[in-house]
């Protein structure tokens, strides 16, 4: 064998090599993909019922999502693409999930799922998405704590605007330890929530 055909076979080799790592890099990063997204899904459609009051807490997790729809101006819940929202029904109740946005939070954006029935009260906000500290900023999960459930109940005239804001800010609601910025963007976005409510989901009972 000349040097020359060596040098070609190496090469060749070499190649061959390159192609199945890249092949075997590219299918572990597509089935982790695939896996990661399908938890993030299961987890998403747990935290849809647990916003849901405990009246409309049975239904089955198929009839919640069948019962998407299209938000008009998902903009004003900080999407930048069309979004759907979900309007479960059972009897004489009715409760809006409406998925929000929000890139205030200490490290990048916040994913909520605020429930509010034909009242305009909120019936369950949980995260359904963060990145924030851990130990800090990651007490808006309902696990860490029940931070998240000071929202129960809570309708747009319950506070003055002055009140939706934390404490640090003169509002209501009250901050962690070392992590301001966490809960702020949080209870901004809830906010966000109800008034986007109250202005583009009209088909809801006035809140006594």
Do not use: C
Not at 186 to 203: E, I, K, M, R, S
Request: hydrophobic share 40%; charged share 15%.
């Amino acid at each position: 064998m000349t040097t020359q055909q060596a040098m070609l076979r190496g090469a060749l080799a070499l190649g061959l090599f390159s192609l199945v790592t890249a092949g075997s890099v590219a299918l572990t990063r597509a089935v982790t993909a695939e896996r990661i997204a399908a938890h993030q899904l299961a987890y998403q459609h747990r935290q849809l019922q647990e916003v849901l009051p405990a009246s409309l807490a049975s239904v089955p997790v198929q009839a919640v999502l069948e019962s998407a729809f299209s938000l008009p101006d998902p903009e004003q819940l900080g999407h930048r693409a069309p979004q759907e929202g979900w309007r479960v029904q059972q009897g004489s109740e009715t409760t809006t999930i409406l998925p929000v946005v929000t890139r205030q939070g200490y490290n990048g954006e916040i994913r909520l799922l605020v429930g509010i029935n034909q009242e305009g009260r909120i019936t369950g906000v949980r995260v359904a998405y963060h990145q924030e500290t851990p130990g800090l900023g990651d007490d808006i999960e309902r696990s860490r704590s029940d931070w998240i459930t000071s929202f129960n109940g809570l309708s747009l005239e319950s506070l003055p605007p002055s009140g939706w804001a934390v404490h640090k800010d003169g509002g209501e609601f009250d901050s962690f330890t070392g992590a301001t910025i966490t809960p702020r963007a949080v209870v901004n976005a809830v906010h966000d929530a109800l008034g986007y409510f109250h202005h583009h989901l009209p088909n809801k009972e006035p809140t006594p």
